[in-house]
C-alpha cells in the first residue's frame, strides 16, 4: 500500500477488532486471494450507488457537500482496499430508489455511471423510499411528550407500509437495469444496519423515542433488509446483511460502543453510521466478495 487512508489516524485507539478489521482492509493483502472474483481475482470498475447511509453523511473528509460524501465512506474503504482502475461514487444523501434514474438536485442519475465495462456495484437504497427522515422526525416529537406506548407507530405506520408498497415493485426493477446495464458485473445490495435496540428501555436522552416506537423502528429496519434481500434473491444479485455485525452498537450504547450515532444533538449525521461503523461495513462487503 502506497499511501495512508484518510482513516488512518482514527484507527489508531478503536477497539481491537475494528483495528483488525482496518489492517486486513488496508493491507490489500486478502483481496488477492478472491480468486473468483468478476473471474479476474480483481475490480476494474467499481460503480457506488446509494443514499446517506452509502455515501458517508456525517463524516469528515467531505468530497461533494451537496451529495455529503465522504472518503470515509464504506465504498470508499472497498476502492481502497482493491484499488479499482476506474472508481465512480455517485451515492448522495437523500437519493431515493427514483434518483436512479432522475436528477435530484445537482445530482445526475446514479444509472448514468454504470457502463459495460464494470464488474462491480454496491448499492444502498431504499429507507428514504419509506420517507425514513420524516419519520424520525415525528418520532422524536412524540417522544419529547411520552416515553410510553408506540405515539409515533399509531401516526406513521401507514405511510410506513405504503412506502413498502411502492418498494416491492421498485427494488426488483432497479436490480434488472442494473444488471442491463452492466451485465458482467458483480452487484451487492448492502443492507441496512439496524440503529436501533430490540428493546428501548436502555435508550437516554440522545434518543429521545417512546420504547415501543424504538421495538417497531428496529423491526421496520429488519423489514426493509429483508425485501432488500429478497429482492436481490429474485434477480440474481447479492445482499450483505449489516445488522449482525452491528448488534450491540446501535445508538443507544454508551458512546464508546455506538457504531451509529444517535439522534441527539441533530447533526448530519445523526441516525448515520459512524467512522467504525462504515469501517465494520466495508469488512463485511469485503468478507462477502471474497466468496
Not at 446509494?50 to 467531505?62: F, I, W
Not at 442519475?109 to 424520525?136: C, E, I, K, R, W
Not at 442494473?178 to 440503529?195: C, D, F, M, Q, W
Not at 417497531?216 to 434481500?229: F, I
Request: with cysteine; net charge positive; charged share 20%.
Amino acid at each position: 500500500m502506497t499511501r495512508s487512508h484518510p482513516y488512518s489516524k482514527f484507527r489508531r485507539g478503536v477497539a481491537a477488532t475494528a483495528a483488525l478489521a482496518a489492517s486486513l482492509l488496508a493491507s490489500g493483502a486478502a483481496p488477492a486471494t478472491a480468486s473468483g472474483f468478476s473471474g479476474q481475482g480483481s475490480v476494474k470498475h467499481y460503480v457506488a450507488l446509494g443514499d446517506s447511509y452509502a455515501a458517508g453523511t456525517g463524516l469528515p473528509q467531505q468530497t461533494d457537500t451537496k451529495c455529503m460524501r465522504s472518503t470515509g465512506s464504506y465504498p470508499a474503504w472497498i476502492a481502497e482496499t482493491y484499488k479499482p482502475s476506474v472508481f465512480k461514487d455517485v451515492t448522495c444523501g437523500g437519493a431515493t430508489t427514483r434518483s436512479l434514474w432522475n436528477q435530484e438536485g445537482a445530482a445526475a442519475p446514479q444509472v448514468n455511471a454504470l457502463t459495460q465495462d464494470t464488474d462491480l456495484v454496491t448499492v444502498t437504497l431504499g429507507g428514504n423510499d419509506l420517507g425514513f427522515s420524516d419519520v424520525l422526525t415525528r418520532c422524536v416529537l412524540a417522544g419529547l411528550t411520552t416515553r410510553e406506548g408506540t405515539p409515533c407507530r399509531d401516526v406513521a405506520a401507514k405511510e410506513v407500509d405504503a412506502g413498502f408498497a411502492r418498494l416491492s415493485t421498485r427494488l426488483p426493477d432497479m436490480l434488472t437495469d442494473i444488471k442491463r446495464r452492466s451485465p458482467r458485473a458483480r452487484v451487492v445490495v448492502v443492507g441496512y444496519p439496524n440503529p436501533f435496540p430490540l428493546d428501548g428501555s436502555a435508550c437516554g436522552s440522545s434518543v429521545p423515542l417512546a420504547k415501543g416506537d424504538v421495538i417497531w423502528l428496529h423491526q421496520t429496519t429488519n423489514r426493509l433488509n429483508l425485501m432488500l434481500e429478497m429482492s436481490a434473491l429474485l434477480r440474481q444479485a447479492e445482499f450483505v446483511d449489516t445488522s449482525s455485525v452491528f448488534r450491540g452498537h446501535d445508538m443507544c450504547r454508551p458512546p464508546s460502543g455506538q457504531w451509529i450515532n444517535p439522534l441527539l444533538p441533530r447533526t448530519s449525521g445523526s441516525a448515520h453510521p459512524n467512522a467504525i461503523g462504515h469501517l465494520m461495513t466495508a469488512v463485511e462487503v469485503h468478507e462477502r466478495l471474497k466468496k
